[in-house]
Structure formats: structure tokens, C-alpha cells
């Protein structure tokens, strides 16, 4: 149980370009999803949290233009990189809680984002 | 506020050695505790929590972790590494914002199992 997937695991766009990317909780309803960002050999560092219906929560420092996070259902949440460059290059990890044990987090495999 | 401390960034240990990976959190309030493992080029895997109740918490693959609240410690054992449990290791407690529980992870222990 309590299986997030993520798509794509892997994407590699032109500079300017704009990339989506999905996180999908496989057997059970999220209320919640979040997106991280991990730099290599680093920590993951929160963007956002996503709740279903309403806008996201982000963190000081993420740019809301740029990584735009969609929470339309109680199993997906969408994050877009707008108009990509290369330093948004990294390894982008999802997770989701569920409605019943909301202090723990599953995590997707990740999508490793390489913008040329 | 609330911090996650993993003394360690790499620890080498020989193959069916016993190993412990330290992690010590700063909170006021009642937290609840995780520890994950991420292997490479992937997401996290939960190893083990302690919400409440026991101090000892038994996980995934062997491991172990106690809860100390006195010491404000959250410690990672198991008693014989094999060399599948090479990965990176990361200790994490939940706190509330605004009614919705986040993270704060520790930096991350790399654990190297060696034949």
C-alpha cells in the first residue's frame, strides 16, 4: 500500500521550454502532495505543498510563475517548469500524505530534469 | 524553531558489521519521527516511524530506531549490514504548519557497506 508514482522518470527539454511533471498517489486519496527539489548529494529541499482544490503553498524562494503545481484530483498533482533553463536542472521528488495518517509522507521515485 | 541533525554525512562499515546512524532533532512540542533510505536516482523509501507508544521501532529490512526523548535522539541501528544497504539515509521529523504537517530533514548519512 500506499504506492506515488511519478511521470516522467526522466526529461530532457531545450532551454525555454516548458515541462510538466506528474505525481500520482496509485492506492490511496491524497489530500496533500508535496514537491521537492534535490540537489546532488544534497537534502531535499520542500517547494511546495499542494492540496486538492485549492492553490499551493509555496516556500520562500520558489518562484510561483516558474514552478506552477496543479492539485486537481485526490490522486494527482501536476508541476510545470515554465520557460526552463539550465539551472533548473535537478531531481524533482513528489510525496503525498493520506487523509487518514496525514503526518506521514510516501514519496515518488523522482524526475531527473536536464535542461539544455 | 525545530531542527533535524544527522552528525554523520558518510559512514563506512564492513560487511555484517553492526552499524548506527545518529540523529538528533530540536523541538518543543511533541514530534513524530521518521528515518528513510534513498537509493540512487530514486525517491524515498520509509524505513521506519515512532508517532508514539514503544520507544523501540521496528522497520523494514532489519532496522531498527529508539526514541529518547531526554536525549532528543532518534538513532538508526541494525546489527549486520549487508552491502545492499549502501544508500543514503535520511532522518526526518513531521511538525505542523497551519494545520498541515511538513518535514524538516536532516542533511542526509551515506552509509557504504564494504565487502
Known amino acids: 500500500g500506499a504506492v506515488v508514482s511519478q511521470h516522467p522518470s526522466r526529461v530532457i527539454c531545450k532551454s525555454g521550454t516548458s515541462v510538466k511533471i506528474e505525481c500520482r498517489s496509485l492506492d490511496f486519496q491524497a489530500t496533500t502532495m508535496f514537491w521537492y527539489r534535490q540537489f546532488p548529494k544534497k537534502s531535499l529541499m520542500l517547494m511546495a505543498t499542494s492540496n486538492e482544490g485549492s492553490k499551493a503553498t509555496y516556500e520562500q524562494g520558489v518562484e510561483k510563475d516558474k514552478f506552477l503545481i496543479n492539485h486537481a484530483s485526490l490522486t494527482l498533482s501536476t508541476l510545470t517548469v515554465t520557460s526552463a533553463h539550465p539551472e533548473d536542472s535537478s531531481f524533482y521528488i513528489c510525496s503525498a500524505v493520506g487523509v487518514l495518517a496525514q503526518e506521514t509522507q510516501y514519496f515518488g521515485p523522482g524526475t531527473r530534469l536536464l535542461v539544455l | 524553531a525545530q531542527s533535524v541533525t544527522q552528525l554523520d554525512s558518510q559512514v563506512p562499515v564492513f560487511e555484517e558489521a553492526p552499524v548506527e546512524l545518529r540523529c538528533n532533532y530540536s523541538s518543543s512540542v511533541s514530534v513524530y519521527l521518521f528515518w528513510y533510505v534513498q537509493y540512487p536516482n530514486q525517491g524515498l523509501q520509509l524505513l521506519l516511524k515512532?508517532?508514539?507508544?514503544?520507544?523501540l521501532v521496528k522497520g523494514i529490512n532489519g532496522f531498527e530506531a529508539e526514541f529518547n526523548k531526554s536525549q532528543t535522539s532518534f538513532h538508526l541501528r541494525k546489527p549486520s549490514v549487508h552491502i545492499s544497504d549502501t544508500a543514503e539515509y535520511f532522518c526526518?521529523?513531521?511538525?505542523?504548519?497551519?494545520?498541515?504537517?511538513?518535514?524538516?530533514f536532516g542533511t542526509g548519512t551515506r552509509l557504504k557497506v564494504l565487502a
Open positions: 526526518a521529523v513531521s511538525v505542523t504548519t497551519s494545520g498541515t504537517y511538513k518535514y524538516i
Open positions: 515512532y508517532l508514539s507508544g514503544s520507544t
